[in-house]
């Protein structure tokens, strides 16, 4: 199997921590071309990445789509639990990460120079603030998301939370994250795992962090 990624992708960063977390012999590679490129939209009509190639030859793109497949053909070592409720939590948090932290962090991004700041930016930074304080109420004092181990909410969650502060700083609101101690400190604590750091790392000197 090979994914294509790229480390400046916010959105492809779930997916190489779930690959690294499971120790998957999978290529990561840059699309062909570039993700713009006639090249990639061949493989990928969608034309977005990430995007997992499987055995068969089958593209499959979407970030929560891939990491679900890699779950259940590779359930060793886990990433979702087993119980449905626990299941459930995991989903929810994987949602609230991904359209209401990764999403307006990555629109913010957009228009992160005044210049060319419209009105839709206060519209994602309200929807930034409502996914805070909504993964406030479910992040507890273990050091995931959702208990003792790492899971499918990690890898969403870690690299959003990695990029609020240079974002939020962009809109006088580089302190935003103090507003929520638990979440600051579920993202300390979160950073100790090797595949959450090794992304980390990866995406840091594209985004300019650290």
């Known amino acids: 199997m090979k994914l294509y990624s790229e480390f400046s992708s916010p959105f492809s960063a779930p997916v190489r921590i779930a690959v690294y977390a499971k120790g998957l012999k999978i290529d990561i590679e ?77 629109e913010l991004n957009r228009q992160a120079d005044p210049a060319h700041r419209d009105a839709s930016a206060s519209v994602w930074l309200t929807r930034l603030i409502r996914g805070l304080s909504s993964l406030q109420v ?13 899971t499918l909410a990690d890898c969403g969650l870690a690299p959003a939370l990695f990029m609020l502060p240079k974002i939020a700083s962009a809109y006088s609101k580089a302190e935003l994250l103090q507003a929520y101690p638990q979440i600051g400190r579920y993202v300390e604590s979160s950073r100790e795992h090797p595949a959450i750091r090794k992304v980390l790392e990866e995406m840091a000197p594209t985004w300019e962090l650290r």
Do not use: W
Request: aromatic share 6%.
């Open 30 to 106: 840059p699309p062909p071309g570039g993700v713009l490129s006639a090249r990639y939209h061949a493989i990928n009509s969608l034309g977005t990445i990430p995007c997992l190639i499987l055995e068969n030859g089958m593209p499959l793109p979407e970030s929560a789509a891939i990491m679900e497949y890699l779950e259940d053909k590779f359930p060793e070592p886990p990433l979702r639990p087993n119980e449905p409720e626990a299941t459930a939590l995991v989903r929810l948090l994987q949602r609230i990460g991904e359209l209401k932290i990764m999403t307006p962090l990555v």
């Open 138 to 150: 479910f992040v507890g004092n273990e050091p995931f998301a959702t208990g003792p181990e790492l």
